[in-house]
């Protein structure tokens, strides 16, 4: 069964740090691009970033441009998403989502019916 499953989520004050983890299993990532969404109460979900196939291309939300930087290694078929600076409207869950052969530009934003493949999401709370 093809699981994708994040980790890394919790309890941070504003200004700290979390990195999330995004691991597949049943299916290699080789030929994936990896995107991460994120879902706050009564809001819609947002696209957050995407990693190409290679890792040559990469789109961050302008929300977090320059506070988050997405990776992936292909070898421990693992996404992350080193979160920093974070703010309280970081808070919401985080999913990761994949999609094999997908091309997008770095500079439009996602939309999540692109994707077919959903984690169960991992809770990111940013709070003093």
């Known amino acids: 069964q093809a699981l994708l499953v994040e980790s890394g989520g919790g309890l941070v004050q504003p200004g700290g740090s979390l990195r999330l983890s995004c691991v597949a299993s049943g299916f290699s990532l080789d030929y994936y691009a990896i995107a991460w969404f994120r879902q706050a109460p009564g809001r819609e979900r947002e696209g957050v970033s995407c990693?190409?196939?290679?890792?040559?291309?990469?789109h961050y939300a302008d929300s977090v441009k320059g506070r988050f930087t997405i990776s992936r290694d292909n070898a421990k078929n693992t996404v992350y998403l080193q979160m920093s600076s974070l703010k309280p409207e970081d808070t919401a869950v985080y999913y990761c989502?994949?999609?094999?052969?997908?091309?997008?530009?770095?500079?439009?934003?996602?939309?999540?019916?692109?994707?077919?493949?959903w984690g169960q999401g991992t809770q990111v709370t940013v709070s003093s």
């Open positions: 989502a994949a999609e094999p052969n997908y091309m997008f530009h770095s500079d439009y934003p996602l939309n999540s019916a692109d994707f077919h493949s």
């Open positions: 990693i190409s196939i290679n890792g040559a291309t990469k």
